[in-house]
C-alpha cells in the first residue's frame, strides 16, 4: 500500500513539475536558512558549556561606582590566587593571566602576535588538550611557552615542535628565546583565549615568571591592578555567595582605600559569561537573528502550505473518480499526506545539502565558525525528521481532509463547495507571506542605514588615508626618543603627509580608560573620570582632530612639554569650565600621580570609541611622560595607495627588519569595530534575498494556478473585448490591494521591533517613513512584474484554445 501511494505521489509530482518545483525550492531555501541561523545559535549557547566542571567555573568581575571607571570583567590582579590560598576549602582552583601583544620571530619569519601569560592552570582547569608535551611541566620554567597546533604549523610547517625554539621581543627592545615545551590542541571558541570576542585568539602561553621580561611582574602581582582577569573553581556545593566574607575581608585587608570605595566584586558563571560580556551583544545577535529565521521559515511553510492546497484543487475530478471507483476517505488521506511529506522530505534534504555545500560561506556570513553535519550530535537528526512530519502534516491536512470530505457528484464535476472559505484562507496565508517580507526587507534596509552612517559620520578626525601598523617596542627614553626619529624619517617621505605614533589607535579598543583627574586647588574627592590617550605631539595633525583652544604639545614650536596635557571639550565641560579657553593653561593632578599638569591645549570632541556609547571626558598623555606606545600611523597624501604602501614597506625593512610591517587601514579597523553590526547587514541582507524568494514563488505559483483555472474566464473576456492590459489589471489588482494590506500592518510591527534595536546606540540614524515606502513600492513592483510576465503569455493565447472542450 505505501510502495504503491509512493508510486502515485511521484507520478503527480512529474505530472505538475512546475508546481513542484516551485514548492520544493522555496521550502529548502526557506530551511537551509534556518539551518544556518539554528547552528549559529546552537554554536553560540554552547561556548565556555562544554569546559569540564563549568558549572562551577567563575569569572571575577567588578562593579564599579561610576562605570567609566573601569572593566566590569577584570579584577584586582592578585584576587584568584589569594582565594585559593587562604580559603582552599572554598576555592579549588584559580587561574589568572595578562595580556600581551609583541613580536614573535623564527628565523626570518616575523609577526605580530598575542601572548597570554598566565598560571600553569591554563592546560587543566579549562579542558584544553594538549597534543605534544607534559601537562605537569610545560609551563615550569620562565623560557617556556606553550602554543597552539595552528602557530606550530604557521611558524614549523608541523605539529610536533616540542623542543624548538622561538623568539619574543620584550618592551624593553631586547628579544627573549622561548623554547617550545607544549602543542594544544586548537580550543574550541571560548572566552579565555579568544577573550577580546574577536576572531582572533591568543595562541602562546607563557607562565607567570616570563614576566619580568616584560617589565610587568609587579604590576601583575599589585593589589592595585584592578584590571586583571580572574577565574575560580569553586569547590563542589560552594555557591558565591559563600565567598562575600572571605572576599570582603581580603579587600579590606589588601586593597587601596579608593578603590574599596569604588568597587564591588561579583562572580559570573563562566557559562553564563560570553552571553552578559559586551553589553550582552551575543543574545542580541541571536535575538535578532531568531526572529528573522522565525519569519523566513513562517514564509517557507506558508507557501508551501498555500502551493499545496492551490494544487489540490486540480484534483477534485481525479478524487471523485477514486471514490466513485470504491476508495474510502482514509486511502485519500493516506494518499495525500504521503505526497505532502515525500515532497517536504525531498525539501529537507536538498535544504542540507545546501548547508553543507555552501558551509564556508555561511561562516564567512556570521563571522563565526559553523559545524558540519558529521559532527553534530545523533539527537540532532530528530530535528529534519520532526520538521518533515510537522510541515508534511500541516501541508497535507487540508487536501486530506476537506477535499477527501468532498461529494463524489461535486468532485466528478471540479467544484469546491467551500471555494469562498478556500480562497480566503489562501490569501491570508499570502498576506501573512507578505508580512513577514515586508518586515524582513525593512529590517534589512535599516541595519544597511545604520551600518552606512557608522563609517560615513562625522567622528570628528578624518580616518581616510589613514593607515596603522604595531611597531616593535623600546619602552625607555631612549627608545621614545629612536622611535621620534623613526617617525619624522617616515615623515619625510614624499607619499606621506604625515606620520605619529601612539600606544592607542582609534579603534575602540585600546582606550586606558578609568583614570581620575582633578583641579590642582581641589582633592581628589572631586576627581572626574576619563579616558587617557599617550600619543606623540603629531597625532592631531595625522587625524586631523580640530583644537579649539591652545596647541596639541606645542606642536611646530620647538620640543614639546611632557608634563603638558592636552583634554577634549566632554572633558572642559566636566572640568566645571564654559569655554575651552578657560582651560587653557589651568593646573590639574592624575591619580596616584604627584606631578603637576598643565592644560596646554583643547581639541573638538571626536569619536575614539564606537558609536554606541556618548563621548566622554579624555584627555592626552605625551608618550615622553608615559613611556609606552605601540602603533605607528601614517596619513597617505592622495594618489597611488599601492605606491605609497610599498614605498612604506621598503623603509620600514629597512628601518625595522625584524618587525613586519602589517598595516591596517582605518576603516577595515572601524570595520572591526562594529564585527557585529556587520554581521547582522550580511545576516540580514541574505534573509532578504531568501525573503524575496520566497514570496515572489509563491507569488508566482499562486498566479500560475489561478491562470490555469480561470482560463475559460479569460477566453471569455477576449471574446467580450477585453485588451491584455485589462486582464493583467484584473489579475494585479487583487495581489496589489492584499499588498497595501500587508504594509499597514508589517510597518507598525517592523517599527517597533526597528526602534528598539536602534536604542541601544548612542549615536544613529532617525528612524523616518522613507524605508517602508520604498521597501512596499518595490515589493509591489517586484510582484506586479511577475504578474505581468505569467499573464501576458496566458492572456496573449487565443479563446479558442481555451473554450474548445466546452
Not at 231 to 254: C, F, H, M, S, T
Not at 669 to 677: I, S, V, W
Not at 704 to 718: C, F, H, M, T, Y
Request: with cysteine; net charge positive; glycine share 8%.
Amino acid at each position: 500500500m505505501l510502495l504503491n501511494y509512493f508510486k502515485i505521489a511521484v507520478r503527480n509530482m512529474r505530472k505538475n513539475p512546475a508546481v513542484s518545483i516551485i514548492n520544493v525550492l522555496g521550502l529548502s531555501a526557506g530551511l537551509s536558512f534556518i539551518w544556518v541561523i539554528g547552528f549559529y545559535i546552537w554554536g553560540e549557547c554552547r561556548v565556555n558549556a562544554a569546559m569540564p566542571n563549568a558549572d562551577r567555573l567563575y569569572i571575577v568581575r567588578t562593579k564599579w561606582k561610576s562605570p567609566d571607571m573601569g572593566l566590569d570583567w577584570t579584577g584586582p590582579a592578585p584576587l584568584a590566587k589569594t582565594l585559593h590560598e587562604n580559603y582552599p576549602g572554598l576555592v579549588t582552583g584559580y587561574y589568572h593571566d595578562d595580556g600581551i601583544n609583541s613580536i614573535v620571530s623564527m628565523g626570518d619569519k616575523h609577526f605580530s602576535e598575542g601572548l597570554q601569560p598566565g598560571d600553569p592552570s591554563i592546560l587543566t582547569l579549562f579542558g584544553f588538550h594538549l597534543l605534544y608535551g607534559d601537562v605537569r611541566t610545560a609551563l615550569q620554567h620562565p623560557t617556556d611557552v606553550v602554543i597552539t597546533e595552528e602557530k606550530a604549523l604557521k611558524y614549523f610547517g608541523r605539529k610536533d615542535v616540542v623542543g624548538e625554539t622561538l623568539t619574543i621581543q620584550t618592551f624593553s627592545g631586547r628579544t627573549q628565546d622561548f623554547t617550545v615545551s607544549g602543542v594544544l590542541q586548537e580550543p574550541p571558541y571560548n572566552t579565555v583565549n579568544y577573550f577580546n570576542g574577536g576572531d582572533e585568539s591568543n595562541g602562546f602561553f607563557l607562565p607567570v615568571t616570563s614576566l619580568p621580561f616584560f617589565g610587568r611582574d609587579k604590576l601583575f602581582e599589585s593589589w592595585g591592578n584592578a584590571f586583571i582577569i580572574n577565574y575560580v573553581q569553586l569547590k563542589q556545593g560552594v555557591r558565591p555567595e559563600d565567598l562575600k566574607g572571605a572576599v570582603a575581608q581580603i579587600l579590606k585587608q589588601n586593597l587601596p582605600s579608593d578603590l574599596q570605595r569604588n568597587l564591588q566584586v561579583y562572580f559570573t558563571p563562566l557559562r553564563n559569561f560570553y552571553m552578559e560580556a559586551n553589553g550582552g551583544v551575543a543574545p542580541k545577535m541571536m535575538e535578532a537573528l531568531a526572529v528573522i529565521a522565525f519569519f523566513i521559515l513562517l514564509m517557507a511553510v506558508i507557501n508551501f502550505v498555500n502551493m499545496s492546497i492551490g494544487n489540490s484543487i486540480s484534483r477534485l475530478r481525479e478524487i471523485g473518480v477514486r471514490k466513485v471507483m470504491g476508495s474510502r476517505k482514509g486511502q485519500l488521506v493516506s494518499q495525500f499526506l504521503t505526497e505532502s511529506v515525500l515532497l517536504v522530505a525531498f525539501s529537507v534534504f536538498l535544504a542540507l545539502l545546501g548547508y553543507q555545500l555552501g558551509l564556508p560561506y555561511f561562516s564567512g556570513l556570521l563571522g563565526k565558525p559553523l559545524p558540519s553535519l558529521v559532527s553534530l550530535p545523533p539527537a540532532f537528526w530528530l530535528v529534519p525528521l520532526v520538521l518533515t512530519l510537522m510541515i508534511g502534516l500541516l501541508s497535507g491536512l487540508y487536501p486530506a481532509f476537506i477535499l477527501s470530505r468532498q461529494p463524489s457528484i461535486s468532485s466528478l464535476k471540479g467544484k469546491l463547495q467551500t471555494l469562498k472559505e478556500k480562497h480566503i484562507f489562501r490569501y491570508s496565508l499570502l498576506a501573512v507571506q507578505f508580512v513577514s517580507a515586508i518586515a524582513v526587507f525593512t529590517s534589512a534596509f535599516i541595519i544597511h542605514q545604520q551600518v552606512d552612517f557608522f563609517f560615513h559620520s562625522n567622528l570628528g578626525y578624518d580616518k581616510a588615508s589613514v593607515i596603522t601598523a604595531t611597531l616593535p617596542r623600546d619602552w625607555s627614553t631612549s627608545g621614545v626618543r629612536h622611535m621620534e626619529a623613526v617617525r619624522d624619517q617616515f615623515a619625510r617621505m614624499q607619499p606621506v603627509e604625515a606620520a605619529t605614533f601612539s600606544f592607542e589607535i582609534p579603534d575602540g579598543n585600546s582606550g586606558n580608560e578609568g583614570n581620575l583627574f582633578y583641579k590642582a586647588s581641589q582633592d581628589s574627592t572631586a576627581a572626574i573620570t576619563g579616558s587617557m590617550l599617550m600619543t606623540d605631539e603629531k597625532y592631531a595633525a595625522a587625524y586631523h582632530i580640530p583644537v579649539v583652544a591652545g596647541t596639541f604639545f606645542h606642536e611646530g614650536m620647538g620640543l614639546p612639554d611632557s608634563t603638558q596635557l592636552v583634554l577634549n571639550e566632554s572633558a572642559v565641560r566636566a572640568m566645571g569650565w564654559k569655554r575651552p579657553e578657560d582651560a587653557i593653561g589651568q593646573i590639574l593632578r592624575l591619580k596616584g600621580t604627584p606631578t603637576l599638569f598643565t592644560i596646554g591645549g583643547v581639541v573638538k570632541d571626536f569619536h575614539f570609541g564606537s558609536l554606541h556609547d556618548p563621548i566622554g571626558p579624555l584627555y592626552f598623555m605625551h608618550i615622553r611622560m608615559a613611556l609606552s606606545y605601540r602603533y605607528m600611523s601614517f596619513r597617505i597624501r592622495p594618489g597611488s595607495p599601492a605606491a605609497a604602501i610599498a614605498a612604506l614597506q621598503k623603509e620600514w625593512s629597512a628601518l625595522f627588519p625584524d618587525a613586519p610591517f602589517n598595516y591596517v587601514f582605518m576603516d577595515d579597523t572601524l570595520g572591526k569595530m562594529y564585527a557585529t553590526e556587520i554581521q547582522m547587514q550580511k545576516a540580514s541582507q541574505a534573509a532578504t534575498a531568501v525573503a524575496l524568494a520566497i514570496v515572489l514563488l509563491g507569488v508566482f505559483g499562486i498566479v500560475s494556478l489561478n491562470l490555469n483555472k480561470r482560463a475559460k474566464e479569460i477566453g471569455i473576456r477576449k471574446v467580450l473585448g477585453a485588451t491584455i492590459p485589462q486582464v493583467i489589471v484584473l489579475f494585479i489588482k487583487e495581489f496589489l490591494v492584499l499588498l497595501g494590506i500587508s504594509n499597514l500592518i508589517a510597518w507598525p510591527l517592523s517599527y517597533f521591533f526597528l526602534h528598539q534595536w536602534l536604542a541601544q546606540y548612542a549615536y544613529r540614524i532617525n528612524l523616518t517613513p522613507l524605508p517602508f515606502l520604498a521597501v512596499g513600492v518595490i515589493l509591489a513592483a517586484l510582484v506586479a512584474l511577475l504578474i505581468v510576465i505569467k499573464t501576458v503569455r496566458t492572456a496573449s493565447a487565443s479563446p479558442v484554445q481555451s473554450l474548445r472542450a466546452e
